[in-house]
């Protein structure tokens, strides 16, 4: 008999207490809850990044199509995993959908709206339901100001509020990720990064979103600090109702909380299913090599 154990399987089964879920798959909303209508509709997305001058001379210029032709839907309760390799073009794909950075063609509709044609006002609306959490717990977070002023930043920007009412929502954002209100006036500096983590995911819960953007949220933490981050994750959507598009190099992490998963492999989308039907009978090859690489109990 001959096991290889991968750490993330283990531990995402272990975790336990008041921030996670029991060890199951596709921890999203039941199906009965998820609308029938994309709530986000992405079309024919391309995102390409020029090169400087060529370096055998002659001034040649290249590019680089990060994100090539893409099309995707998203439906609303659902967690949708974009796997791939780094520099396949996932993060990319994530910014644009937010409209962070701007497609060179393609369209994106979210809840029937074109992005790509909304006015700052209209986009300053939508932005309200539309949120990321960041891959880098450190350099996410403004290390000048208090995590109150952190989580309430977008209650300023957003809503008319007093500074108690502010200060309440924001201990209540804090509570929801494990974190107790007495931690308001302390600085980013302060805390461990699964901890500064789940300040990161406060911020982006405060205006009460549809949406999240999770774009490698737990790449830079250890597997026993991330599996608590992804139980947290899956806790967080049944209560808040939200939508994910959950960014990952981790196939056995996509497994655990995805409904389906899209395979994204130098730019483009080469495979996309639901969970079930892509871990056990994938058709791409470059899908293969991907679970091919994750350690399974092998009897």
């Known amino acids: 008999m001959k096991i290889r154990a991968d750490p993330w399987l283990s531990l995402l089964a272990q975790s336990s207490g008041r921030n996670s879920l029991p060890a199951t798959r596709n921890c999203s909303l039941p199906a009965a809850t998820i609308a029938d209508v994309a709530l ?18 002659g001034g040649a210029k290249g590019e680089v199509r990060a994100v090539d032709d893409v099309s995707l839907d998203i439906e609303a309760g659902e967690t949708l995993g974009l796997v791939g390799e780094s520099g396949s073009g996932k993060s990319t794909f994530g910014r644009l959908v937010l409209r962070l950075i701007e497609p060179s063609a393609g369209s994106i509709y979210f809840k029937g709206r074109n992005l790509l044609t909304a006015s700052r006002s209209e986009m300053r609306r939508l932005r309200r339901d539309m949120q990321i959490i960041f891959q880098d717990p450190f350099g996410s977070l403004d290390p000048r100001l208090r995590v109150e002023d952190i989580i309430s930043e977008p209650l300023v920007i957003h809503e008319r509020m007093s500074r108690s009412t502010r200060r309440a929502r924001t201990a209540e954002l804090l509570d929801a990720v494990g974190l107790d209100k007495s931690v308001l006036r302390r600085f980013p500096h302060e805390f461990s990064g699964g901890q500064r983590q789940r300040i990161g995911i406060a911020r982006a819960l405060a205006l009460r979103p549809k949406f999240i953007v999770a774009d490698e949220p ?68 470059y899908t293969r090599s991907l679970l091919e690489a994750t350690p399974e109990v092998v009897v």
């Open 218 to 285: 737990v790449s830079a933490l250890d597997v026993s600090v991330g599996a608590q981050i992804v139980n947290l994750l899956a806790q967080l959507q049944r209560e808040f109702g939200l939508t994910y598009l959950f960014i990952s190099h981790s196939m056995p992490v996509v497994r655990y909380l995805a409904t389906r998963i899209a395979v994204m492999y130098r730019g483009k989308i080469v495979e996309v299913g639901a969970t079930e039907q892509i871990t056990t009978g994938p058709q791409h090859p």
């Open 40 to 57: 986000l509709e992405v079309r024919n997305l391309t995102k390409v990044f020029p090169l400087g001058e060529s370096m055998l001379g």
